[in-house]
């Protein structure tokens, strides 16, 4: 019901969506850049969506509450937990729990929502948990974009991580330097430190 509102909100607005995609997206880590609106998450998540992407993102268990939980399950959470299992384990990082739930479900098609940003003011250096999830998952990074300029969602390229970081960091920060068109210009950087 929830995805249906926000879906109608989203042609009501005019926003359309690339249906140019490339397929590999349907099991990835999905990253989309120029986070700067509460509404970029909607209008991806929705856009997505209409691609037949299975976008789900990750959140705290403890927001499973009693009316928060299903309508957030229903947009595609993915509940975490990091606490140890057992006693005297450690607790695993986020990158470890998110290339887990891609690697207990092996013949899934989830796209692995995360932005990169981490926040919505101006981030001159991204996280880059999302390589590392890639990379301990096996799977591609799909380069999602949210174009406010032309009302405009897509997922046209992906990158297979390969062994040199640097250089694959170099390329998504180059498609980015293309693609993004947030809705706050300011409070958006590409990452300086891989900017050629």
Not at 28 to 46: K, R
Not at 65 to 80: D, R, T, V
Not at 109 to 117: H, N, Q
Not at 141 to 151: P, R, T, V
């Amino acid at each position: 019901m929830i995805y249906w509102i926000l879906k109608l909100i989203f042609r009501l607005k005019g926003w359309k969506v690339d249906t140019n995609f490339d397929k590999r997206a349907e099991r990835s880590v999905l990253i989309a850049i120029g986070h700067t609106s509460n509404w970029d998450f909607l209008y991806a998540l929705v856009g997505w969506k209409m691609l037949k992407l299975n976008a789900r993102f990750t959140i705290k268990k403890e927001l499973d509450k009693f009316l928060l939980g299903p309508w957030l399950e229903s947009l595609g959470a993915l509940w975490i937990d990091r606490s140890p299992k057992k006693e005297g384990e450690k607790r695993l990082s986020m990158v470890e729990v998110m290339a887990n739930i891609l690697l207990e479900r092996p013949d899934e098609k989830i796209s692995m929502l995360v932005t990169v940003e981490g926040s919505r003011s101006l981030q001159p250096q991204w996280k880059t948990g999302f390589y590392h999830v890639a990379k301990l998952a096996n799977v591609p990074i799909a380069l999602g974009y949210i174009d406010y300029e032309n009302k405009r969602v897509g997922v046209p390229e992906v990158l297979i991580p390969s062994d040199d970081m640097d250089a694959d960091m170099r390329k998504i920060v180059e498609f980015y330097s293309k693609w993004s068109k947030p809705k706050f210009p300011e409070k958006f950087a590409l990452d300086e430190r891989y900017r050629t």
